[in-house]
């Protein structure tokens, strides 16, 4: 039998190694983050301005940095990689233009010498960016003159300091902020405190301290709060500002496959490839709103998206994309939830990240820190929520923040009564545990029946409630196969949601349709390999900078990818996450090549589609460990 505590894969021994091969010794395991990366750009020497380069006019003329001769650059250039462009071959026309790295596909030479970009008749790039919030905006955001008042007024709201007047939509009910004679420490808090970065009154990890998780932990289990006591909460001095229920959008959570958020490695690219394998819910890699706030421009990027990510799947369900959103204080995350939702086209939901162990996240008082402070985290999703007219919200939690000290079940139960959370996701282990030994499903289990007891009746509330959905439960850690994703629905939850599992194994989301494990052979995994550099090039652009940038990320994903050992060297088929195999002989020369552990063989990879690397690249992965038990998340 396969024990899913041992770290060993259980290998065929036809497959496995000699004694004397395996007694090459393997590298000592490295781990945590590289945090000291240098990035090379691998810039053009005579950059052609962006304009010239797409055949249209620069509004700069003269003042222009970049060199407007298209012929110059052209003999300067270096030589072109191959002739099918993917873009120009996908969609007709290739926006890097005269940049392409793959021009002779789409260029051709006029009897004067000069060379002219070939376009097919009635040719649309048929990949549209979402949420990229205009820069007008971020820039008013960096010069604190973007109107926030809207934001401003629902932080006062949600403190509890003014009351919403009749044309604020309907006003709701939120019930009494005491929970089981827990008073939030910092609700006496003003609102100059909370709107002004500067003068906020600093509620980090020091004031949280005051919740200690002892205190937070009575009671824990005998806390039942019935859908009869929601409505018959007396009326507490805390108003909120909600929609209609008909009016603020209903997600279907139930059997969604969905990719779990993952900074770095979750960029559109990846996502895309996993919704073609499959996947049919996404997040943007988590954004902080303190730096949303500040206009910081490559923050901002996180947040976008990609028009394939809300498309009708090959399953046949519509694909949704929601936000995930770090913050600690009140008003930076409402500030940023009012930006998103005035300028976003799309967010199918918000999502409160309450998971990150990462030390930067947790001394902000972000991420998992928020498990310590859970009248915060819940005035946090009440006023996201109050902000983003017919945007849901969601939030992501971990079981608690000490291995020994599970407290997100009571938690479960205030967020359930006393905001209008769409969707809870529970990841299965503590902050402490990080990816230490298997996450606790008994305990997700726990949740999910809490959960479903909660739920019960919740249709028939009467309007005016602030709940006015069910609260769906997904349950995540440690998925690697359909058997693992059916056991966790079995669990009681509405969903299981795949991270590790869908980098090492991206086609993890066809298994689960297919019931059934497939073989990709070689050829197969090479393939998804090609189709996630045409992503790239789609997204990034097929000029130099975006080979450049598809080629460093590709790389992040063979530290995940390398890690998959084909189902059938496998003794009895049940592989998990946590188990590393030992040597084994790979059944074909190609297949050897992706396992290997070396960077350099997977800049070999990279270069089959996206030519030579230039000698100036450079690239740490960022997980030392080559990934699996040392991300964050
Ligand atoms: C490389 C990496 C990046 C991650 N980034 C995020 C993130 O940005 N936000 C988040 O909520 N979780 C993040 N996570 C955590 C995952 O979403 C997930 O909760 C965790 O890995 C457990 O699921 P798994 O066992 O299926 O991997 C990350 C995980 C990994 C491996």
């Given at each position: 039998m396969s024990d899913p505590h041992s770290g060993v894969a259980p290998i065929r021994e036809e497959f496995l190694a000699k004694p004397e091969q395996a007694e090459r010794k393997r590298k000592p395991k490295e781990r945590g983050q590289n945090k000291k990366r240098s990035k090379v750009s691998v810039r053009e020497e005579n950059a052609l301005c962006p304009a010239i380069s797409v055949g249209k006019e620069c509004p700069f003329q003269s003042n222009c940095k970049f060199g407007h001769d298209v012929e110059v650059y052209l003999s300067q250039k270096e030589p072109d990689l191959g002739e099918k462009c993917v873009n120009f071959e996908t969609y007709g026309i290739c926006p890097a233009g005269y940049k392409c790295r793959w021009l002779s596909g789409h260029v051709k030479l006029n009897e004067d010498g000069k060379h002219e970009l070939v376009e097919k008749p009635d040719s649309k790039f048929g990949l549209t960016m979402l949420n990229a919030v205009d820069k007008n905006v971020q820039k008013k955001l960096r010069t604190k003159q973007l109107d926030l008042s809207k934001a401003e007024r629902m932080i006062s709201i949600v403190l509890g300091e003014e009351k919403p007047k009749s044309n604020d939509q309907n006003i709701q009910e939120s019930p009494k902020q005491e929970v089981n004679g827990t008073r939030d420490q910092n609700q006496d808090q003003t609102l100059a405190d909370n709107n002004d970065p500067k003068a906020v009154k600093e509620d980090g990890p020091e004031s949280q301290a005051t919740e200690t998780p002892q205190k937070q932990d009575e009671g824990e289990g005998n806390h039942k709060v019935t859908t009869d006591g929601?409505?018959?909460?007396?009326?507490?001095?805390?108003?909120?500002?909600?929609?209609?229920?008909?009016?603020?959008?209903?997600?279907?959570?139930?059997?969604?496959?969905?990719?779990?958020?993952?900074?770095?490695?979750?960029?559109?690219?990846?996502?895309?490839?996993?919704?073609?394998?499959?996947?049919?819910?996404?997040?943007?890699?988590?954004?902080?709103?303190?730096?949303?706030?500040?206009?910081?421009?490559?923050?901002?990027?996180?947040?976008?998206?990609i028009n394939t990510e809300r498309e009708i799947m090959p399953s046949g369900r519509k694909g949704i994309l929601g936000i995930q959103l770090a913050c600690s204080k009140l008003w930076q995350g409402v500030k940023t939830a009012q930006v998103i939702a005035e300028n976003c086209d799309g967010a199918d939901f918000l999502d409160l990240n309450c998971g990150c162990p990462i030390d930067l996240v947790f001394r902000q008082g972000a991420g998992s820190s928020l498990l310590e402070s859970p009248s915060r985290l819940i005035r946090n999703l009440q006023g996201i929520d109050a902000i983003s007219g017919t945007i849901p919200t969601t939030v992501k939690l971990r079981t608690g923040n000490r291995e020994d000290h599970p407290v997100v079940n009571k938690l479960l139960s205030r967020i359930h009564q006393e905001t209008n959370t769409s969707a809870a996701v529970l990841h299965g282990r503590s902050r402490q545990q990080?990816?230490?030994?298997?996450?606790?499903?008994?305990?997700?289990?726990?949740?999910?029946?809490?959960?479903?007891?909660?739920?019960?009746?919740?249709?028939?509330?009467?309007?005016?409630?602030?709940?006015?959905?069910?609260?769906?439960?997904?349950?995540?850690?440690?998925?690697?196969?359909?058997?693992?994703?059916?056991?966790?629905?079995?669990?009681?939850?509405?969903?299981?949601?795949?991270?590790?599992?869908?980098l090492v194994k991206p086609w993890i989301f066809e298994e689960i349709d297919a019931r059934q494990y497939i073989d990709k052979s070689s050829t197969q995994r090479l393939e998804i390999l090609q189709e996630y550099c045409n992503n790239g090039l789609q997204y990034w652009g097929s000029d130099a900078q975006g080979i450049n940038t598809t080629r460093r990320f590709f790389l992040e994903f063979m530290s995940f990818f390398h890690r998959y050992t084909p189902i059938a060297l496998f003794e009895v088929a049940r592989p998990r996450l946590n188990q590393r195999p030992p040597l084994y002989n790979a059944r074909d020369e190609m297949e050897g090549m992706l396992a290997s552990t070396n960077v350099n063989d997977w800049l070999k990879l990279s270069e089959r589609f996206l030519g030579p690397t230039p000698s100036r690249f450079n690239f740490t992965p960022k997980h030392k460990s080559n990934s699996i038990e040392e991300a964050e998340g």
């Open positions: 929601i409505h018959k909460q007396s009326r507490s001095d805390v108003l909120l500002p909600t929609l209609r229920p008909q009016e603020k959008r209903r997600i279907d959570w139930k059997g969604r496959k969905i990719l779990a958020p993952l900074t770095t490695v979750g960029n559109p690219p990846f996502r895309r490839l996993c919704g073609s394998l499959g996947a049919d819910t996404f997040y943007t890699e988590m954004a902080m709103c303190q730096p949303l706030m500040q206009g910081h421009q490559p923050e901002w990027a996180l947040v976008r998206g990080r990816y230490s030994k298997l996450a606790n499903w008994e305990y997700v289990k726990d949740c999910a029946s809490n959960i479903r007891k909660l739920n019960e009746g919740i249709e028939d509330l009467p309007e005016g409630s602030l709940r006015t959905q069910p609260l769906a439960f997904i349950g995540n850690g440690d998925c690697y196969s359909w058997e693992d994703w059916y056991e966790g629905m079995d669990t009681g939850v509405d969903t299981t949601m795949i991270a590790r599992g869908a």
